[in-house]
């Protein structure tokens, strides 16, 4: 696939997600993060001519790179509804599931959304521009102690009671309005040698919080459970620890919290077998793709 087919989003551990997930070429698959379309691209160059592949994302910016295929639907929908619109398509079944969880490229280099520590753009942070809960709502309305719940919970930083504490003192004397401003009101907590971490980690605190991302994983990790056939595959890619944990702990037990329950003979019951190990981008992929360097492969076997 050449630069110009990537769309807008350079596909991440493309061809190991895509052999992970495809069993049957004449099977039913599902990308729940459509995006720039390069994994579906992949997906459907392996499918014969009776596969058919369906694809979610909430961004209408990824309504414009929709493929022409006649194996090919688009649902502009959020995953966490993915066995609704499945069986609104009359799809009970599919052979597999490949999730990408990352924030696209895209995303990232429009300002105005707001996602990336390198431009000044609004505090919106939003996957879907319909969403009703924008980073400048989390930002300027949540209480001190939410604000710093989410702050150590998905940012995992260890000052996040300062770092909420701050923000509310500052935006009692006006309205925090844009990246920039936020930048300004938390310098304090931003030395030179770790600003880009640091900020890296309250940006994400404040997108996870703003589209409830923990809540919709769990949500579609159980409904791909649901949908997939027996030997169906899952085949997800994450980028943080909050996400990869998750996704692991599925994996193993069918859970995320708490371990399942024994059979008679004291043997767990489990619904998925995971497959090989962990999968990580080669240092070549890094080297053109930077986004790819803190991506985790992993991919299980509905039993």
């Known amino acids: 696939m050449s630069k110009e087919e990537y769309g807008y989003h350079r596909p991440v551990l493309l061809t190991e997600s895509i052999d992970g997930l495809i069993t049957d070429p004449n099977g039913v698959y599902v990308d729940v993060t459509f995006g720039g379309g390069g994994h579906s691209r992949e997906i459907l160059s392996r499918l014969g001519s009776e596969g058919k592949l369906f694809a979610f994302d909430q961004d209408e910016d990824a309504l414009a790179n929709a493929i022409d295929d006649p194996r090919f639907?688009?649902?502009?929908?959020?995953?966490?509804?993915?066995?609704?619109?499945?069986?609104?398509?009359?799809?009970?079944?599919?052979?597999?599931?490949?999730g990408d969880l990352g924030v696209s490229s895209?995303?990232?280099?429009?300002?105005?959304?707001g996602f990336s520590t390198r431009f000044?753009?609004?505090?919106?942070?939003?996957?879907?521009?319909?969403g009703d809960v924008s980073a400048?709502?989390?930002?300027?309305?949540?209480?001190?102690?939410?604000?710093?719940?989410?702050?150590?919970?998905?940012?995992?930083?260890?000052?996040?009671?300062?770092?909420?504490?701050?923000?509310?003192?500052?935006?009692?004397?006006?309205?925090?309005?844009?990246?920039?401003?936020l930048k300004i009101v938390l310098a304090r907590f931003l030395p030179a040698h770790k600003s880009a971490k640091i900020l890296a980690q309250i940006y994400q605190a404040i997108r996870i919080e703003v589209n409830q991302e923990m809540d919709v994983l769990k949500e579609m990790l159980m409904q791909s459970l649901e949908v997939l056939k027996p030997e169906g595959r899952l085949s997800i890619i994450s980028y943080h620890s909050l996400e990869d944990r998750l996704v692991k702990r599925f994996m193993k037990n069918g859970m995320f919290e708490g371990e399942p329950e024994k059979d008679f003979f004291g043997r767990f019951e489990v619904p998925m077998k995971q497959l090989g190990k962990l999968i990580l981008p080669t240092d070549e992929e890094i080297a053109v793709n930077n986004r790819a360097r803190s991506a985790k492969l992993r991919i299980a076997e509905k039993k």
């Open 106 to 113: 895209h995303q990232f280099d429009v300002p105005e959304r």
């Open 120 to 130: 000044d753009g609004e505090l919106d942070m939003r996957m879907s521009q319909s």
């Open 73 to 98: 639907t688009l649902i502009n929908q959020n995953f966490r509804y993915l066995k609704r619109y499945l069986r609104f398509h009359g799809v009970k079944e599919v052979d597999g599931v490949l």
């Open 136 to 181: 400048f709502n989390v930002v300027n309305e949540y209480e001190e102690a939410d604000l710093r719940n989410m702050f150590y919970m998905y940012g995992e930083l260890k000052n996040a009671g300062s770092i909420a504490n701050t923000i509310v003192k500052a935006r009692a004397e006006a309205p925090i309005k844009n990246t920039d401003e």
